[in-house]
């Protein structure tokens, strides 16, 4: 077989389910701990962020009206393909300078919580919900509502693992999510838009960002169509202009460590309004 | 029967004035703390007024910085102390018993909430009072079953809460935020509204009845300064507020950066939604409940009504009969069903808001009672032909005033009522079960109420999307602001 070079891929931000460039026109340079350029990342700005808040606004209501059996079997599919492409994602974390078995630890480890999650999907709800047995003849009852569109700073220095922690229990729970991957170790967040891409999860639900934190993290917390912000960081100052930036429209503001989440339904309820309906009972 | 017409008749003039001499004030009052009295460090009262007379009614304690942090430790001391190692069965028995004193008492502080905050006292006797007491019977009860609040995980307090409260349900207030705190195994130190403290200080004489560890509950009454300086108190560990969403959001800026976990219950902008197929004449009675309940003083409040078209003059021909009816007057006449407004500050608020509505195009009706001439009052008000745009559709009036809009298709009315930076609560009037299912989903607000409104039960979550807070208070759910959730 005659030699050919090899076709390098293009990294790319993943917009309502369509890869562009950053508006900007901007990158930056990953490299490893040899010093060799492993790929340009698209530099993300803050109209790329408007833009993908506009995307996850135009998913959400749909989202959170698909059938929670749907969103379960839609996720289970993210597993699917996450798993076909195993080998690519433990790459990918080794040139980013993971050891071949952490990586291969972490992928596993990824796709199972893949599948746990899309388990939660048609289940939460019976657990978290309630019949509150008022005094007056009404039936009263309180549910569990997606909150809309939630903005996701993934931990830093936690590549696949840490950012499907972070967005399974958004998803999951019926909201579509702006995730900012980790700035040093993005590349297998972008792949993980190529799954999510392939796995019919609606365009806009999962909207996937790489770029700045300092320069991305203020139009996340500001924005006024964002209703919910997840910050995996320990920088008090992070958490702290969150909360700040995240008053003027009163953003759900949930912090969390610099870590992947452990698994757990509680923090599909961080991402989630309690509706309380009343119904009069009689003739 | 010429004698019954004589009750039927809404308009009669003779009161049935409530008899005021349960009520025992004193001239002064000083703050509550670490089980006892103490006068303010800096000798500071002010006034409690009568907003039905104008006339005063006791001065109040101002507290400072010094004594909201003797407060706080006082909170502190007992949480490290007897209250912190008390098992949660003992809690919930002192809980119980508190219920049980309110209940013996309700009277008493309906005339004294009737009193100092000018509500009717057929609302502060019927609904405030034996929520009050529900509210902490229902909590009372929690106090050694959190662990099965939380499903698969394990619960623990969190130590100090600082509680801040409105005026418009004063005592109600007070329970919402004290009773799931202490069933969580929590301390408190709690700021009424400066011109509302009359009835949560007499409750603390009740704590001491029931035999409550001092320092566990702990008043200090003041204006914004006390609350500020007792919200960012840095050993408080919860902070629980309710008011209005400008001073939610910049308790969230200032709480930034801290180790405090903090609910925010806020404004509300609801909308009824009235649609062709509704029993009208219920409709009509449910919404002059909910806007001129608590003379429109209510954060759940409906006061945007959607009419669709083809009942639209029928409704409101049917609202201007009935709010002619409605009798305004003497609080503490059990007559009458629109107090006194609360303050002189909030009747300004209105009268700002609804000229600002005229200005702006909508059409002016009230019902033409004659209003007494002391204090402070508003008559029941309609603002017709109201755009989504106007500020009077946009913003909380918290007064007897509802803005009227008609709209032709479910879809339109679904946009009109979730187009406000609020999401509280909501009303849906319909005989078709499936519709008000639809549309009760569709509404982005915490509490929805269809063919009814303003119920309210401790076992309820309460609580708003959006700009309208974060959080809830009532029923399994308003127990999660009080704990640590552990893995």
Not at chain 2, 122 to 131: A, G, K
Not at chain 2, 188 to 202: D, G, Q
Not at chain 2, 323 to 348: C, E, R
Request: hydrophobic share 40%.
């Amino acid at each position: 077989m005659e030699d050919r070079s090899v076709i390098k891929k293009t990294y790319k931000l993943f917009i309502g389910g369509k890869f562009p460039r950053s508006e900007s026109g901007r990158t930056y340079r990953l490299v490893n701990g040899e010093g060799d350029v492993i790929c340009n990342v698209s530099q993300a700005s803050k109209k790329d962020v408007r833009n993908a808040v506009v995307e996850g606004r135009g998913a959400a209501k749909g989202w959170g009206d698909t059938s929670a059996f749907l969103r379960s079997q839609i996720i289970y599919r993210i597993a699917e393909m996450l798993e076909s492409r195993f080998v690519q994602f433990v790459q990918e974390l080794t040139s980013e300078g993971v050891s071949p078995e952490v990586a291969a630890r972490e992928v596993s480890e990824a796709i199972d919580l893949v599948v746990h999650y899309a388990g939660w999907c048609d289940k939460y709800q019976a657990l978290f919900s309630s019949v509150n047995p008022v005094s007056s003849p009404h039936y009263n009852m309180s549910t569990q509502e997606a909150m809309g569109v939630v903005a996701v700073v993934a931990p830093e220095e936690s590549s696949l693992l840490g950012v499907l922690s972070a967005i399974l229990p958004v998803i999951v729970g019926g909201n579509s999510c702006v995730l900012l991957a980790s700035y040093m170790m993005p590349v297998s967040a972008i792949t993980l838009a190529e799954v999510v891409a392939t796995s019919d999860v609606p365009a806009g639900v999962v909207n996937i960002l790489t770029g700045m934190r300092s320069e991305l993290l203020p139009v996340m917390a500001s924005h006024m169509d964002v209703n919910a912000l997840l910050l995996c960081s320990g920088e008090i100052e992070e958490r702290k202009l969150a909360r700040e930036l995240g008053a003027e429209n009163l953003k759900r503001v949930i912090l969390r460590d610099d870590a992947a989440l452990h698994q757990s339904p509680y923090h599909i309820l961080d991402f989630q309004e309690v509706k309380t309906t009343w119904h009069p009972i009689g003739q | 029967m010429s004698d019954f017409s004589k009750f039927t008749d809404s308009n009669n003039d003779e009161a049935a004035l409530e008899n005021t001499s349960l009520v025992d004030l004193r001239e002064r009052y000083d703050l509550y703390i670490d089980g006892g009295w103490l006068a303010p460090e800096e000798g500071e009262y002010m006034d409690t007024i009568n907003p039905a007379t104008g006339k005063k009614l006791a001065e109040v304690a101002v507290a400072s910085v010094g004594d909201v942090d003797l407060a706080v430790q006082a909170a502190r001391s007992a949480y490290e102390g007897e209250w912190g190692y008390m098992s949660g069965l003992e809690r919930g028995k002192l809980l119980f018993r508190l219920a049980r004193l309110i209940q013996e008492r309700s009277r008493e502080f309906a005339v004294l909430e009737t009193l100092d905050g000018g509500k009717p006292i057929r609302e502060s006797r019927d609904i405030d009072l034996p929520l009050v007491a529900s509210h902490f019977f229902y909590h009372a009860g929690w106090a050694d079953k959190l662990e099965f609040a939380f499903p698969g995980r394990s619960v623990r307090s969190l130590g100090v809460c600082a509680q801040v409260i409105p005026w418009n349900f004063p005592l109600l207030m007070a329970a919402w935020k004290i009773a799931p705190a202490l069933a969580c195994g929590n301390t408190v130190v709690l700021k009424p509204a400066e011109t509302t403290s009359l009835s949560v200080l007499r409750l603390m004489d009740l704590f001491e009845e029931a035999g409550f560890p001092p320092g566990v509950v702990n008043i200090v009454t003041g204006a914004e300064e006390t609350g500020k300086s007792l919200l960012n108190h840095p050993d408080v560990d919860k902070v629980a507020f309710t008011g209005s969403t400008e001073v939610g959001k910049e308790i969230q800026r200032q709480l930034a950066g801290t180790h405090k976990r903090f609910t925010l219950e806020l404004g509300g902008k609801a909308a009824q939604i009235v649609f062709e197929d509704a029993a009208i004449d219920q409709a009509v009675e449910g919404v002059i409940n909910g806007i001129f309940f608590n003379q429109g003083h209510v954060c759940c409040a409906g006061s945007r009504l959607l009419v669709q078209e083809g009942v639209y003059q029928e409704v409101v021909d049917k609202l201007k009969e009935r709010m002619n009816q409605l009798v305004i007057g003497d609080p503490l006449d059990k007559n009458t069903d629109i107090g006194a407004i609360h303050s002189s500050q909030q009747l300004a608020r209105i009268s700002e808001l609804v000229a600002c509505g005229e200005a702006e195009g909508c059409e002016l009706w009230d019902s033409g009672q004659e209003l007494p001439k002391e204090g402070s009052w508003y008559r029941p008000t309609l603002l017709l032909d109201c755009a989504q745009s106007h500020r009077v559709v946009q913003e909380e009036i918290f007064g007897p005033v509802l803005t009227v809009q008609s709209f032709r298709t479910p879809q339109e009315a679904i946009d009109k009522a979730n187009n406000t930076p609020y999401g509280l609560s909501g009303g849906v009037w319909t005989d078709k079960g499936a519709k008000s299912f639809s549309i009760t989903s569709e509404i982005r607000a915490g509490v929805l109420w269809a063919n009814t409104f303003n119920k309210l039960d401790p076992c309820s979550p309460f609580g708003g999307y959006k700009e309208s807070g974060i959080g809830r208070e009532g029923g399994v759910h308003g127990l999660a602001p009080y704990v640590e959730i552990g893995f």
